[in-house]
């Protein structure tokens, strides 16, 4: 199989962002933001997708962590969509349902090449540490519509705002690690179009 390995650098007068990610790694994270549970979560998506990711980014958090949160996750997922190429012998689709104490959370992903992402995922407090609550669903937005994904994040039950975040992150993680899985079954794209675009 050939590496499934991408490297991009985003540099604006709002953020200077470097990511790597080896989608066939190990689980292990070295992240960066300056957000530290943004840090956290991010770490979570290596270790429970089983990516290599390394992000390094330095935005302009004197005025506020949107731009970095943002950016990162455009950066994220033209890794991912890099990372991927032609997508030929992918699971393409991936969901989780993921217990986080008394929290639940529902992640689907279906890896079609058109961008779509419905987020629901109510939250009652407007930090999580120095990160905004509100970015949570922006940084999937981002991340999905380069990607081109279907990307469906639910709250099924849950009251403890940490634990939500941290299931719907690890959700993804999971989720996405099942839908980049390479089946032996399908010999070129799991598509009717013969494309995945």
């Known amino acids: 199989m050939e590496s499934r390995k991408a490297e991009i650098s985003r540099v604006t007068k709002e953020t200077d962002i470097t990511i790597s990610l080896d989608i066939d790694g190990k689980g292990n994270g070295s992240i960066n933001t300056g957000i530290?549970?943004?840090?956290?979560?991010?770490?979570?998506?290596?270790?429970h997708g089983f990516f290599d990711l390394t992000i390094s980014a330095d935005g302009d958090l004197e005025?506020?962590?949107?731009?970095?949160?943002?950016?990162v996750g455009i950066s994220l997922g033209q890794c991912i969509k890099d990372a991927l190429g032609?997508?030929?012998?992918?699971?393409?689709?991936?969901?989780?349902?993921?217990?986080?104490?008394?929290a639940l959370v529902l992640c689907a992903i279906d890896l079609s090449g058109r961008a779509y992402l419905n987020?629901?995922?109510p939250l009652t407090v407007p930090m999580l540490g120095t990160l905004q609550t509100e970015m949570v669903e922006e940084f999937f937005r981002a991340?999905?519509?380069?990607?081109?994904?279907?990307?469906?994040?639910?709250?099924?039950?849950?009251?403890?705002?940490?634990?939500?975040?941290?299931?719907?992150?690890?959700a993804f993680a999971k989720a996405l690690d099942e839908a980049t899985l390479v089946d032996d079954r399908i010999e070129?794209?799991?598509?009717?179009?013969?494309?995945?675009?």
């Open 143 to 170: 991340l999905a519509y380069q990607v081109g994904m279907n990307l469906h994040i639910k709250l099924l039950d849950g009251k403890n705002n940490h634990h939500i975040v941290e299931g719907v992150f690890k």
């Open 86 to 102: 032609e997508k030929k012998r992918i699971k393409r689709y991936g969901s989780c349902i993921l217990p986080m104490d008394e």
């Open 36 to 47: 530290g549970f943004f840090d956290h979560m991010l770490n979570s998506v290596a270790r």
């Open 119 to 121: 987020y629901d995922v």
């Open 63 to 71: 005025v506020d962590p949107h731009h970095t949160i943002e950016d």
């Open 188 to 197: 070129d794209v799991l598509s009717t179009k013969g494309s995945l675009d």
